[in-house]
């Protein structure tokens, strides 16, 4: 389940449904989809084929059509990433820059987990969230935000798309931004 951490207070807030009014409140879209619809065999696979993914897509298959049908998605894909990943370091490097896009950033995490950092209103600034299996958000158009692997190293998302050009990265100087 998703939790939150406010880079400059500290503060951490846990339970479904604070962490989706915290985040409703910062504009970012929270919700919760039923992991277990995935095959267990599945849950716990992070290098994955084209026949693991399409199994995947369609284990979710209502739940993305639902998402895509209210908020305009048109393409939908599988990324994973995990010590198999090629350059996996490297890559995670690569991704610890914040950025923006001219296009929502939604991900509906299928296994593992990871941390969206994603700058909030002013008083809130820069926040951690952890997201894990069922967990579905977007990160609004032109909100700073990066995201990272926790230590386990293992994630696998459904990515949702209106155009695929509208998710290239434009990195943002942010002085206000503090390094974990
Ligand atoms: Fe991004």
Known sequence: MAQIRIRNTEQVITGEENVRAFLNDQ???????DAAKLPE??????????EDKEQILAAFDVEIRDLASRRGYLTWDIISLSDATPNIEELLKKFEQVHTHTEDEVRAITAGEGIFV???????????????????????ENIPHFFTLTESKKIVAVRL?????????????????IKA
């Open 27 to 33: 504009g970012v879209l929270y919700e919760h989809w």
């Open 41 to 50: 065999a599945l849950r716990h696979r992070f290098n994955l084929s084209d």
């Open 118 to 140: 994603i700058k909030g209103s002013d008083e809130v600034g820069y926040m951690d969230v952890l997201v894990e299996e069922g967990d579905v958000i977007s990160v609004p």
């Open 161 to 177: 798309f209106i155009e695929t050009e509208g998710w290239i990265a434009h990195p943002f100087e942010d002085p206000a931004f």
